[in-house]
C-alpha cells in the first residue's frame, strides 16, 4: 500500500484514543484548562456517568472569537509562550484535549472575556467545526460535551456503567481540588450534588487542611502530621498521617508534582520507605504530599495523560520526601492516631461509630465508616476483647491508687493495674490508658537497637554454651552471606555443616532470648527480602526481627516499677504510638468517652 496523509478527523480520534480514555479523563482535561484560565470557581455537571452529556463552568478570563476559532484546532495553545518545551508550569500544554474531544462527540464551547460585554459559541459535531455565533453568558467559559463517543461506537463497550464512571469523575475532581484550595468545585448529576467545595481563603497550609478533612475525613485532619520542607530548590509541603491510621491499600496516597495530580513509583516508594519502620508490609498510610519543583528539573511530557512524570534528579526527589516524613513521624513521639480510642469505642458499644464521627472519602460515590477500615477495626476488636474466663477468676493486679490525679506532663498516667499479664491500665488527667505492653517495649528494643547501631553498634555477649540451630542448606547459605551484618547487630553465627549454624553472641539489648527462634526467624526474613533493599533497609527488617524476640512477652506479669518505667520510657521515645508492625501500642480513652459508654452523656 503506497504512503498517505491520514485525514485530519482520523488524527484526532486516534489522539482521542490516549488523551480521552473515558468521561473522566475529559473532565480531567477541560478542568485543567480551567484552572489554567485563573478560574475560582468551577462547576461540573454529568449525565449517564458522563457518556450523555459533561459540562464544565467556569469563571476564568474567558475566549475572544479568534481564540474560540484557534482553541479547536490541534496543538493550538496559549500556554508555550516561548516554545519551551522544558519549562512548564501550566497543567495543560498540548493543545490535543479539546480537538480530540471534538472528533469522538458534539462539543460545544461557550465564552465571555472577562471585560467584553460579548459572548461567542464555537460547536464541533464529530471532527465537523462549525462557525462561531453570537451567544449570551456571563463572563468565562462553558465547555458542554454530548455523546460522548458516538463517532467511535467502538469505544463505548469499554465503558463501565454509568455509576462507576461517574465515581472516577469524582475521584478526578477531588484529586485537582487538593492541588487547588483556593478554587470552588462542584460535580453533580444535574439533580444531586457528589462534590462541594467552597473556595478556601487564608494561610495555604490551613485552607488544604480543610481541603483535606473535606475530602478524605476528619480523622484524616485530626491525625495528620504537617510536613515542609526544603532541599536545593524543592519544596515539599502538605500532610501525612499517624502510622496507626492506615489501610490495607494505598488509595488514601495523593501526589502532586507542581500542582499536577502525578502517580509515581518513584514518589510511592519513597513514602514505602519512609514508613517501613512502622507499618507491615501489607498497610499503607494516608496522606497528600504537594512538591514543588524548578519546571526545568521535572518532565511533565512522557505520559499522554500527563499522569506520569520524570525528574532529573530522582534521588534528590526521594530522599527529600523520606527525610521529610521521618522527620514529621519522630517530632509526633508517642502519639498514636484518635481513630485507635474510636474503634476501641465502637468494640466496646457494638454500634456503630460514635455522633459526629466523619466518614473517611473513598473514591466514587460509596463511602464507609472507616474505623481503621472494616478487616482492621474486626481485627482490633478480637485483639482488645477480654481473655477468656474474665468472669470466673480474678484478672486484674490492682495497684496503689493514687492520691491525686496524674499530672499532664505523664501522658500515659500512673499504673493502676495489669490485665492477663498482657496490658497495663493507667490512669490520667482526664481519662485511662490502655497498654500493650508486648507492642510497646517491641517498639522500645527496636528504637535502642538502632540507635546503638548509629552510634557505636550494638553491644553483644557471648554465650556460655554456643547453639547449634539446625536449618535448611538454602537457610544457612542466605545467613552466613548475611553474617558480617548480623554481626553488626549483635548477632554473631557461624555455618556448622551444610545443615546448620551455631550462634555464639548475641545482642546485649535482647537478654535472655530463644536464640534457635530468632535464627530461624531471620533466615525466613532472608527469603523474602526484595534484592533491590539498601542495607540500611535491610538492617532495619533484622532490627525488628530481634526486637520482637527481645521484647516483654504478652503473659509476663509486671511489678508497678516496671510498668512505670515501660510508660515514662514511651514518652521519651519516639514513634512508641505503634510497634513495627503499625499495630497501636496503646489505647486512651477520655474520661467523657468513658461516660458515654455508660449513658452519663
Not at 77 to 82: A, F, H, Q, W
Not at 126 to 155: I, M, N, Q, S
Not at 506 to 528: C, F, K, S, Y
Not at 547 to 561: T, Y
Request: include cysteine; proline fraction near 6%.
Amino acid at each position: 500500500m503506497a504512503i498517505r496523509r491520514l485525514p485530519d478527523i482520523l488524527v484526532n480520534q486516534i489522539a482521542a484514543g490516549e488523551v480521552v480514555e473515558r468521561p473522566a479523563s475529559a473532565v480531567k482535561e477541560l478542568v485543567e484548562n480551567a484552572l489554567d484560565a485563573g478560574a475560582t470557581r468551577i462547576d461540573v455537571i454529568l449525565r449517564d456517568g458522563g457518556q450523555s452529556l459533561i459540562s464544565v463552568s467556569d469563571d476564568g478570563i474567558g475566549m475572544t472569537p479568534d481564540e474560540l476559532e484557534l482553541a479547536v484546532e490541534r496543538h493550538a495553545t496559549s500556554k508555550l509562550p516561548d516554545d519551551d518545551l522544558v519549562r512548564i508550569s501550566s497543567l495543560g500544554f498540548r493543545g490535543e484535549a479539546l480537538p480530540s474531544i471534538g472528533a469522538v462527540s458534539r462539543l460545544s464551547i461557550t465564552s465571555r472575556k472577562r471585560d467584553s460585554d460579548s459572548a461567542w459559541k464555537i460547536s464541533i459535531e464529530g471532527g465537523r467545526k462549525l462557525p462561531v455565533e453570537p451567544a449570551a453568558h456571563p463572563p468565562g467559559t462553558r465547555v458542554e460535551v454530548r455523546d460522548l463517543f458516538y463517532a467511535t461506537p467502538a469505544r463505548l463497550k469499554f465503558l463501565k456503567t454509568p455509576r462507576a464512571e461517574y465515581s472516577q469523575a469524582i475521584d478526578t475532581i477531588n484529586r485537582l481540588a487538593m492541588a487547588h484550595p483556593h478554587v470552588g468545585f462542584t460535580l453533580g448529576d444535574g439533580a444531586r450534588t457528589s462534590v462541594k467545595l467552597a473556595a478556601g481563603q487564608g494561610e495555604l497550609f490551613d485552607i488544604r487542611l480543610r481541603r483535606l478533612a473535606a475530602i478524605m475525613g476528619d480523622s484524616f485532619s485530626e491525625n495528620a502530621l504537617r510536613i515542609d520542607a526544603m532541599r536545593e530548590g524543592l519544596h515539599l509541603t502538605g500532610y501525612a498521617g499517624l502510622p496507626t491510621l492506615n489501610r490495607g491499600n494505598a488509595q488514601m496516597q495523593f501526589l502532586f508534582v507542581n500542582g499536577r495530580p502525578v502517580k509515581d513509583r518513584l514518589l510511592l516508594g519513597a513514602v514505602r520507605g519512609a514508613y517501613q519502620d512502622f507499618l507491615s508490609h501489607d498497610r499503607h498510610p494516608l496522606l497528600a504530599l504537594f512538591l514543588d519543583i524548578p519546571p526545568e528539573a521535572v518532565d511533565v511530557n512522557v505520559h499522554p495523560a500527563k499522569a506520569e512524570v520524570r525528574f532529573r534528579e530522582s534521588g534528590l526527589v526521594r530522599g527529600l520526601i523520606v527525610s521529610a516524613l521521618k522527620h514529621a513521624l519522630a517530632e509526633a513521639g508517642h502519639r498514636a492516631s484518635t481513630t485507635v480510642s474510636v474503634a476501641a469505642l465502637g468494640a466496646f458499644r457494638n454500634d456503630g461509630p460514635p455522633a459526629g464521627f466523619r466518614p473517611q472519602y473513598r473514591p466514587g460515590p460509596a463511602y464507609a465508616y472507616p474505623a481503621q477500615g472494616g478487616a482492621l477495626a474486626e481485627a482490633l476488636h478480637d485483639y482488645h476483647a477480654p481473655l477468656p474466663g474474665l468472669e470466673a477468676q480474678p484478672a486484674a493486679r490492682p495497684m496503689p491508687t493514687p492520691e491525686a490525679l496524674p499530672p499532664a506532663n505523664l501522658p500515659l498516667g500512673v499504673p493502676t493495674a495489669q490485665l492477663h499479664g498482657t496490658y497495663i491500665v493507667a490512669q490520667t488527667a482526664d481519662g485511662i490508658v490502655i497498654v500493650d505492653q508486648h507492642a510497646a517495649h517491641e517498639r522500645l528494643v527496636y528504637e535502642r537497637m538502632k540507635e546503638a547501631l548509629a552510634r557505636d553498634g550494638v553491644k553483644r555477649q557471648a554465650l556460655l554454651l554456643p547453639e547449634v540451630v539446625e536449618l535448611e542448606e538454602a537457610a544457612v547459605e542466605r545467613l552466613t552471606a548475611r553474617a558480617e551484618d548480623l554481626a553488626r547487630l549483635g548477632l554473631v553465627i557461624e555455618a556448622f555443616g551444610p545443615g546448620a549454624v551455631v550462634v555464639r553472641e548475641v545482642p546485649v539489648l535482647l537478654g535472655q532470648t530463644d536464640a534457635a527462634g530468632l535464627v530461624r526467624d531471620l533466615a525466613d526474613d532472608l527469603a523474602e527480602w526484595d534484592q533491590a533493599l539498601t542495607l540500611e533497609d535491610r538492617l532495619a527488617h533484622v532490627c525488628g526481627t530481634m526486637a520482637c524476640h527481645g521484647s516483654v512477652r504478652a503473659g509476663r506479669r509486671l511489678n508497678a516499677e516496671e510498668m512505670s518505667a515501660l510508660l515514662r520510657q514511651m514518652e521519651a521515645t519516639p514513634h512508641s504510638g505503634q510497634c513495627n508492625h503499625g499495630r497501636p501500642t496503646y489505647v486512651e480513652l477520655k474520661l467523657a468517652d468513658i461516660e458515654r459508654l455508660f449513658g452519663r452523656r
